[in-house]
């Protein structure tokens, strides 16, 4: 869903769900949680961690500066995965986050976004985050916290899980 300019997508009261932090350690199979906490502490968390944020984008423009106005300040890289925008999503980007990594995909599709981000990145964890401000980018410390605390391998929102939510389910 798309937000006015400038405008975060929580902030305009848009943010479809209220995500819960799942971390656990994959087994081959898939993941065993093993931590599940709410995502209320806002310290900071991420401890010296090198936090790569890679954003898939196309067509983003306006939704990049509430996206990028909720990112933690400490973070390693933001990197833009864009698919051939048409508008000016790379252009907001730069002139957001002047040191903002702008990337082309190689191929079309979210999941090949995603595979340049991750490929690109250099951080010591990596978030996927979504350029529409369906997920609060202020969160991005609770998912590093819950690795950090529980040695996982990957944390996930869920909008099913206890504590979580959404206006769309």
């Not at 479809?16 to 949680?33: F, K, N, Q, S, Y």
């Not at 991420?46 to 909720?70: C, Q, W």
Request: hydrophobic content about 35%; overall charge neutral.
């Amino acid at each position: 869903r798309k937000v006015p300019s400038g405008q975060s997508a929580r902030a305009s009261g848009s943010l479809p769900h209220r995500p819960v932090c799942r971390a656990g350690r994959t087994d081959g199979r898939g993941i065993v949680e093993t931590l599940s906490r709410s995502a209320s502490r806002s310290r900071s968390i991420l401890y010296g961690t090198r936090v790569s944020v890679v954003i898939p984008t196309l067509n983003e423009e306006l939704n990049l500066p509430g996206v990028f106005s909720r990112l933690p300040q400490d973070l390693h890289e933001v990197i833009i995965v864009d698919g051939g925008s048409t508008d000016d999503t790379v252009v907001t980007a730069r002139r957001l986050l002047p040191d903002v990594r702008v990337i082309a995909q190689t191929r079309r599709g979210k999941g090949n976004a995603i595979a340049c981000g991750l490929t690109a990145s250099t951080g010591d964890v990596v978030v996927m985050l979504d350029a529409d401000g369906s997920s609060d980018a202020a969160e991005i410390p609770h998912f590093v916290e819950a690795l950090l605390a529980s040695g996982a391998d990957v944390a996930k929102g869920s909008r099913f899980a206890a504590g979580g939510g959404s206006d769309d389910i």
